[in-house]
């Protein structure tokens, strides 16, 4: 299907930055939309490239990590991720995320997917990997602002947790839900 995109973007009049930070830039666009309307206030927030990884280990286990998210006040059950650094790959950002947080690598890597987390709002985008087949390789290196336990666990428990909605991120839940469907 072929749809005529191009009537419907809006034009951007003018762009002011209210905040500059390593991780998140955020920006105040005043917009005209095709009709003609005006928009004074539409917030943009650029954050850099995501990834995450279901990682399975030699013996069949995923790896899944345990922390605490400030923003809504809880403890979290998500795959590794991270964001990518300036002069890497997504893949090269999901293997060294995998390694620091885990001590895991090695394994055989496929891209499962890649989606907009927002983008009404944002512009970045999230890559999914599969790692099979690694194994613990070296010690973690976590971050600051990381505190997390990481777990080892079988598919089968991974996908009841799943279906019971123990992952409240969506960037955690939709690569999950493609590695369990691609499976069939």
Known sequence: ??????????????????????????????????????????????????????????????????????????????????CVEAGETPLEAARRELMEETGYGDGVWTELLRVAPNPGSMDNLCYSYHAKGVERVGATHLDATEDLKVHLVDKAEVLEMLKAGAFMQVMMAAPLWKFFYDLK
């Open 1 to 82: 299907m072929k749809f005529d995109d191009d009537e419907m973007k809006w034009k951007v009049l003018s762009t002011e930055n209210l905040i500059s930070r390593p991780w998140l830039n955020v920006d105040r666009d005043r917009v005209q939309l095709p009709d003609g309307r005006i928009h004074d206030e539409y917030y943009v927030l650029h954050y850099p490239t995501w990834i995450n990884v279901i990682a399975e280990t030699v013996d069949g286990k995923l790896i899944l990590e345990r922390q605490y998210r400030h923003g809504l006040g809880v403890m979290s059950t998500e795959i590794p991720a991270g």
